[in-house]
């Protein structure tokens, strides 16, 4: 998709407010402060998911995730229908220093994304909002209100999204964390592949007007998750762990998992395809992220079972 595609709307003190503060701050100071920006990205949305699920606490880590993958999949909904452009696009003076995608064109909106609601923020109060909520300790509170600012904050200097993207991210992420679980809780535990059904479904709206890569990729990621979630209670049944060793191993082999499968079901296809943004190499990508969410969640928990017995193996050994 070329740099003409979008829509430009702003106001007029956004562009001040995001000039000024690159002005100010500077480049260090900015690149710096995009460090913040992570806390709404992959990397540490897995490594949170994979030691709430895996190691900590299930039930906690499916509240979390469930939370986390709706907001995923919604924002990519609702971007593609405002097409609103990023705001290095059409103001010169501000600086793009973080793009969504870091081997693509900064132009390349397919692979960038549109602006409006900042998917970055609609993430981190989906994950931290969740985590607080759930557990209602006043540090999680406290974390859980300061992160999405700081992450905000960041998308904003760092020159990819305007301060209206933000907020309203943040109010996406606020609507789901308050109406999910309500949903969920009315419906009986044994019935939740219902409510699953019903959000997934009205997520493949997206497939008649989606144009960006983010949206087939979580659509992706929450399918393989529903399903992983009903697949694991039924067949797998997993016991979460308190040991350390078993903490670490289970995340560190979580995250080879993910990105292996990921690897290896991108090699049957031509690069080319994969990042062509044509509509076919988008339901390739859903199905790619289908698997990957599914081996990660629903069938690499089977290995804990050997946890114990590895340990007890080892333990003979050195004596």
Not at 165 to 178: K, Y
Not at 286 to 304: D, E, K, N, T
């Amino acid at each position: 998709m070329g740099a003409v595609v979008g829509k430009t709307f702003y106001f007029d003190f956004e562009v001040a407010v995001m000039e000024w503060l690159q002005s100010v701050l500077g480049e260090k100071s900015i690149g710096i402060i995009s460090m913040f920006s992570a806390f709404g990205e992959e990397m540490i949305l897995i490594a949170i998911l994979g030691f709430l699920f895996w190691c900590y606490d299930k039930k906690y880590g499916s509240y979390v995730g469930i939370n986390v993958m709706v907001g995923l999949v919604f924002n990519p909904l609702i971007k593609n229908i405002f097409w609103r452009r990023r705001p290095y696009f059409d103001h010169e003076a501000i600086k793009c220093f973080r793009p969504v995608e870091k081997n693509a064109d900064i132009y390349d909106i397919a692979a960038q994304g549109f602006s409006f609601p900042s998917g970055h923020s609609t993430n981190s109060v989906t994950a931290y909002g969740s985590i607080a909520r759930y557990k209602k300790n006043k540090i999680l509170t406290v974390a859980g209100f300061i992160i999405p600012l700081l992450v905000g904050f960041s998308r904003v200097s760092v020159g990819v999204h305007y301060p209206t993207d933000v907020l309203c991210g943040w109010l996406l992420g606020l609507a789901i964390i308050f109406i999910v679980p309500v949903a969920l809780n009315k419906v009986d535990e044994n019935r939740h592949w219902i409510v699953y059904l019903v959000i997934f479904v009205f997520s493949c709206l997206g497939l008649f007007y989606c144009k960006t890569s983010d949206y087939f990729t979580s659509l992706g990621l929450m399918g393989g998750f529903f399903v992983s979630l009903l697949f694991e209670k039924k067949y797998i049944n997993f016991e979460n762990t308190k040991n350390p060793l078993f903490c670490v191993t289970r995340i560190i082999g979580g995250v080879v998992v993910y990105f292996a499968i990921n690897t290896l079901l991108k090699l049957p296809f031509d690069k080319d395809f994969l990042n062509s943004g044509v509509f076919m190499s988008g339901v390739v990508r859903s199905i790619r992220y289908f698997f990957v969410s599914f081996a990660a969640i629903g069938l690499y928990p089977y290995v804990f079972r050997f946890e114990k017995k590895l340990l007890k193996a080892f333990g003979e050994v050195r004596r």
